[in-house]
């Protein structure tokens, strides 16, 4: 059963197991399970997705109950007065600590043209773990809250790779001796990337509605070790 975070007649709000793929798609290979046809079944009825997230992260995913209120939605994304706040693992302590990464992405063709795509980052905090790798006797990560202005095709682990702050158990565009680290001494298999937050409009009632998804165990213990929380973040 999926994690219902918000539902009423004109939508719902899902927390999106990470390794789960949202719908099927060219991207993604033979799966057991789509989250949209799981989320059907379980509603008993149709949905229509309003938005996405790469099958390895997790968090906040919306559906609307009603094409009406998928365009409803739609434009709102489309109008970037949707705000969503991520949570990531990164590789580094990102200076300044505070900034924006406008940097052009292509889309899911990466031969394609480039389209504006902004993110704000803001580093929540930092350790440093006495583990050696390459020719640095310790290793420094931070916990980085992420607020993407642009919807690109995994724009968020484009941008902190950018600039050289890569998600760690991001297999794409990370650091492999990172993700090994992560896998061989904290136990961590998945990618650190959480859609912890996001603000919009009822479509509807024209209500402010903000919804937030509770990390799962693994990031929430790795977290816990790292004596990091993200309360009041």
Sequence with gaps: MLEILYQDDAL??????????????KLVGPADAFLVDLLREQLGG??????RLDRATSGVLLAART????????????????????????????EPAEGVVDY???????????????????RLDTVEVPIALGRYPQQRYALVDCAPETGRFRQIRKHMAHI???????????????????????????????????????????????????????????????GWSVDGA
């Design 164 to 226: 050289h702050h890569p998600v760690i158990g991001d297999c794409q565009h990370g650091r492999s001796d990172h993700n090994r680290l992560f896998k061989q001494h904290f136990g961590c298999f998945r990618m650190l990337l959480h859609a912890r937050r996001i603000a919009l409009t009822h479509p509807l009632s024209g209500e402010p509605l903000v919804i937030e998804a509770p990390l799962d165990a693994a990031y929430a213990g790795l977290l816990a070790r790292f």
């Design 67 to 94: 094409s009406g209120v998928a365009g409803a939605l739609g434009e709102q994304f489309m109008g970037r007065t949707v705000d969503k706040h991520y949570l990531a693992v990164v590789r580094g302590w990102p």
């Design 104 to 122: 052009p992405l292509p889309g899911a063709r990466e031969t394609g043209p480039r389209h504006e795509a902004r993110t704000g980052y803001r």
């Design 46 to 51: 149709t949905v229509h997705l309003a938005h």
């Design 12 to 25: 719902v709000a899902v927390n999106k197991p990470a390794g789960l793929a949202v719908h099927r798609s």
